[in-house]
């Protein structure tokens, strides 16, 4: 598949020769430096990927701070240990556990979400169904939440509609990015979601096949390439659970919260295992504990007994 849209030159040239990874040029889709935020988080096929410092890094925390980047930043990334793209802000069942893990593991993580969570409910009948105040709230919460896990690099949010990423049109406007993304990071792996979604959601099950769909579109692209071989050493992990697993853990938070009614199990097979430590369980709950408009005041406890229970995360390779 080629989506045709990014060039990269037969000659390549190392723009960051001071580093440790060797990449090869690369030309985003539009480089157009005069965008309100409004095109920014909704027309992502005009974010702009001229950075006046190749080796500067946008991304990195301050103080403890996290903030938000946006699409125009993507020409600014760094390469990364981790690269892991999730549908939505609150997408805590299975990733705040892997984050927590390999943040433990001194690797580096570069978290990517292709929706603000705008459509999501708020379990305490604060915001209405579709305000536009639920965005802000669910930014506010994830900067909070990643906080709390010591995340070392601010997120990235595409801004695309929640519920709508599944729509071919939408989909031309994220592949793009993504393609920039994985380039310009270069991670050893990609994390993200099988394709049952976990739950069935349409933003889980489309970020899934976008992921695979690049992937082999930049592996197709980078394959003649004098510096592309890294392609082929970076492996696509979607993560999920087992009946078991899905059983225990709707019966475990089942009396706080329905939110994981709707858990399934995975139709692919996931055998490695992410294991989990005692202190990382704990940053976890406190972490959910982020997400108020979200989670009853208990709920966040119940994720903590289910992963005292069941302490890893199951994933398995995507074979592209």
Not at 28 to 40: F, I, Y
Not at 127 to 142: A, G, T, V
Not at 238 to 263: D, M, R, S
Request: net charge positive; hydrophobic share 30%.
């Amino acid at each position: 598949m080629n989506l045709g849209i990014n060039n990269y030159p037969t000659k390549p040239k190392n723009l960051f020769a001071n580093t440790k990874d060797v990449r090869t040029t690369h030309t985003p889709a539009n480089n157009n430096n005069n965008l309100t935020l409004k095109q920014l988080t909704e027309d992502s096929t005009a974010f702009t990927g001229k950075t006046k410092n190749p080796h500067a890094n946008p991304f990195k925390v301050k103080n403890g701070k996290i903030e938000l980047i946006g699409p125009k930043d993507i020409g600014k990334l760094t390469p990364c240990d981790v690269l892991m793209i999730i549908p939505h802000p609150d997408d805590i069942e299975v990733f705040f556990p892997q984050i927590t893990k390999f943040l433990e593991d001194k690797k580096s993580v570069q978290l990517v979400y292709t929706t603000s969570g705008q459509k999501g409910r708020d379990s305490r009948g604060l915001i209405p169904r579709y305000d536009p105040k639920m965005k802000d709230q669910r930014e506010s919460e994830l900067k909070e939440a990643l906080a709390t896990l010591g995340v070392k690099r601010n997120p990235l949010l595409l801004g695309k509609m929640d519920g709508a990423t599944h729509r071919p049109e939408v989909q031309t406007q994220i592949k793009p990015m993504l393609k920039d993304i994985i380039f310009n990071t270069q991670p050893k792996e990609i994390h993200t979601f099988g394709p049952e979604g976990m739950t069935n959601h349409s933003d889980h099950k489309a970020t899934r096949a976008m992921v695979a769909d690049v992937m082999e579109d930049l592996k197709a692209e980078l394959a003649q390439e004098k510096d592309g071989d890294w392609i082929n050493g970076t492996r696509v992990m979607q993560v999920g659970l087992t009946t078991k697993q899905v059983e225990e853990y709707k019966n475990i938070t089942a009396p706080t919260t329905p939110i994981f009614k709707y858990l399934r199990n995975s139709q692919v097979p996931i055998d490695e295992k992410i294991e989990l430590t005692k202190d990382g369980i704990d940053k976890i709950v406190d972490a959910t504990t982020a997400y108020g408009s979200q989670f009853p005041d208990k709920a966040p406890e119940a994720v903590g007994d289910y992963y005292k229970n069941n302490p890893f995360v199951r994933v398995g390779k995507v074979k592209i």
